[in-house]
């Protein structure tokens, strides 16, 4: 076998892997598994995916590091308490949000926004170098590209909010990207469902990337962190009228 054919192969395993893992996962977090429908064992789990025991095991260890699995020899596996779960997990918070929608945990990771981004922002004016500023307007320039038609108006507008946590040159911010990716996916949809516009405000996004550029931390910490209250207004007020319960 050549080296591309096991290349090949072994993508091939861990994609397989990581769709049960996927599947296990959305199972777990809608309830499909519960007090009163036991996580199955590995033979039948292994019979209903069409998985060996090896890919199982893998998947089962994954979902056990996320907080979602126990198992111990010979006592089984069983579903972990919901306040168990480790929700700065990308993949459990995506789940919960777009399979089991809860506007309370989309409003409170909103607010955890609110005590990242701005910060982030500032820190980026401080410390972004030129590359990263690169980053920033060509997330921008994707977002007017979006207004147009030219491009997407989601993934524009996550692409700048990563830009900006990278152009801190701070590594743990940095390493937040997958998990704002992921309830941005969320947000930005319904935010901009709420003000009745399918595009986010390209005018008050350029304000941060302006300051960013600028090198003005405070400015872009304060136009940040208007970006992020409007968004959890909106999701306040929707869960105030009723527009979204859980």
Not at 113 to 119: H, S
Not at 140 to 149: F, H, Y
Not at 173 to 201: C, E, F, H, P, W
Request: proline residues 3%; contains cysteine; neutral net charge.
């Amino acid at each position: 076998m050549s080296v591309n054919e096991r290349g090949l192969r072994a993508e091939s395993g861990r994609n397989f892997t990581y769709g049960i893992l996927q599947q296990l996962g959305v199972d777990i977090v809608t309830g499909t598994y519960g007090h009163s429908n036991p996580f199955p064992t590995e033979a039948e789990l292994c019979k209903r995916l069409g998985a060996s025991r090896s890919v199982l095991r893998e998947a089962v260890k994954m979902l056990t590091a996320k907080g979602l699995l126990k198992a111990r020899p010979r006592q089984g596996t069983w579903i972990e308490p919901e306040r168990n779960w480790n929700l700065l997990d990308p993949d459990v918070l995506r789940w919960l949000l777009e399979r089991k929608f809860s506007p309370a945990l989309l409003l409170e990771f909103t607010q955890v926004r609110l005590a990242i981004e701005p910060v982030a922002a500032s820190l980026a004016a401080r410390h972004a170098d030129e590359k990263a500023k690169a980053a920033i307007r060509a997330a921008m320039a994707r977002m007017q590209a979006a207004e147009l038609g030219d491009d997407d108006p989601l993934t524009s507008d996550i692409a700048f909010h990563v830009a900006v946590l990278e152009a801190t040159g701070n590594r743990f911010y940095a390493q937040l990207r997958d998990i704002i990716d992921a309830a941005l996916r969320t947000s930005i949809r319904l935010t901009n469902r709420r003000k009745g516009v399918r595009l986010a405000s390209v005018a008050d996004h350029q304000k941060v990337a302006d300051a960013i550029n600028a090198g003005n931390a405070e400015e872009a910490a304060t136009a940040m962190r208007h970006l992020i209250v409007e968004a959890m207004t909106l999701i306040e007020n929707a869960i105030a009228t009723g527009e979204l319960s859980d």
